[in-house]
């Protein structure tokens, strides 16, 4: 949950502190794009996304509930609230010795849904390298089936207003920034070596804490 600093103002969103050091990445995420991304790109989403809560009257009480009914506000509170909801979510789904395989409940949803891991793996990476322009790649529970789509820009899919909905299960940031500095154009090379880093024990909460509710 996030942490509310005043309860007489509005809604006071932080910056998460990033759960590892920003080189445990390394060498598949750089420690450059990891400081810039974190403290730069995050931290003005979470900065502007406070200042544009201060027009909004009734404050919500969890970033979550304005994502699920982001209709009702302005495009500055989409954009950064999605912002700082995705950026949220993407630190915890990698690791510091990351990668592998999913374990579990996971493992037996993604085999049956997709055919094997790999067929998933090809799926998403497919989704990733087609998303045009800035964006994220996503794994959702729909109906109770996994699937994955994409989202422009910092939408989630569990935004009112998408057009690709579930709840999210994994997440890759396909914005030039979460690559550029060290892969330059080369985005499928980013993609293929996330999965290096991928908290797959984060997915598979993700998964099991959705079929539980
Ligand atoms: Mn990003």
Same mark, same amino acid.
């Given at each position: 949950?996030?942490?509310?600093a005043s309860i007489?103002?509005?809604?006071?969103?932080?910056l998460?502190?990033? +759960?590892y050091?920003?080189?445990?990445l390394e060498p598949? *995420?750089?420690?450059?794009?990891?400081?810039?991304?974190? $403290? #730069?790109?995050?931290?003005?989403?979470?900065?502007?996304?406070? #200042?544009?809560?201060?027009?909004?009257k009734?404050?919500?009480?969890?970033?979550?509930?304005i994502i699920k009914?982001? &209709?009702h506000?302005?495009?500055?509170?989409?954009?950064?609230?999605? /912002?700082?909801?995705?950026?949220s979510?993407?630190?915890?789904?990698?690791?510091?010795n990351? /990668?592998g395989?999913?374990?579990? #409940?996971l493992s037996d949803?993604?085999?049956?849904e997709?055919?094997?891991?790999d067929?998933?793996? &090809?799926?998403?990476?497919?989704?990733a390298?087609?998303?045009?322009?800035?964006?994220?790649?996503?794994?959702v529970?729909?109906? /109770?089936?996994?699937?994955?789509?994409t989202?422009?820009?910092? $939408?989630n +899919?569990?935004?009112?207003? &998408?057009?690709?909905?579930?709840?999210?299960?994994?997440?890759?940031?396909?914005?030039?920034?979460?690559?550029?500095?060290?892969?330059?154009?080369?985005?499928?090379d980013? *993609?293929?070596?996330w999965?290096?880093?991928?908290?797959w024990?984060e997915?598979?909460n993700?998964f099991?804490?959705?079929?539980?509710?």
């Open positions: 949950m996030e942490k509310i007489t103002d509005a809604v006071k969103f932080e998460p502190v990033l +759960p050091a920003y080189d445990a598949f *995420i750089d420690k450059m794009t990891m400081e810039i991304h974190h $403290d #730069k790109h995050h931290g003005m989403y979470v900065t502007n996304l406070n #200042k544009a809560l201060q027009e909004v009734n404050t919500p009480s969890s970033i979550e509930e009914n982001i &209709s506000y302005s495009t500055a509170i989409r954009n950064n609230g999605g /912002g700082h909801f995705n950026h979510m993407f630190w915890k789904l990698m690791k510091f990351g /990668g395989r999913p374990a579990g #409940k949803a993604i085999n049956q997709f055919g094997s891991f067929n998933f793996k &090809s799926k998403f990476n497919e989704a390298t087609k998303q045009f322009g800035s964006g994220w790649t996503w794994l529970v729909r109906n /109770g089936k996994l699937e994955i789509g989202t422009p820009n910092q $939408d +899919p569990l935004m009112d207003i &998408s057009e690709f909905k579930g709840s999210p299960i994994l997440c890759i940031d396909v914005w030039e920034h979460a690559y550029y500095l060290k892969y330059k154009n080369k985005r499928v980013y *993609i293929n070596e999965w290096n880093v991928v908290n024990d997915a598979l993700n099991v804490n959705l079929k539980t509710k």
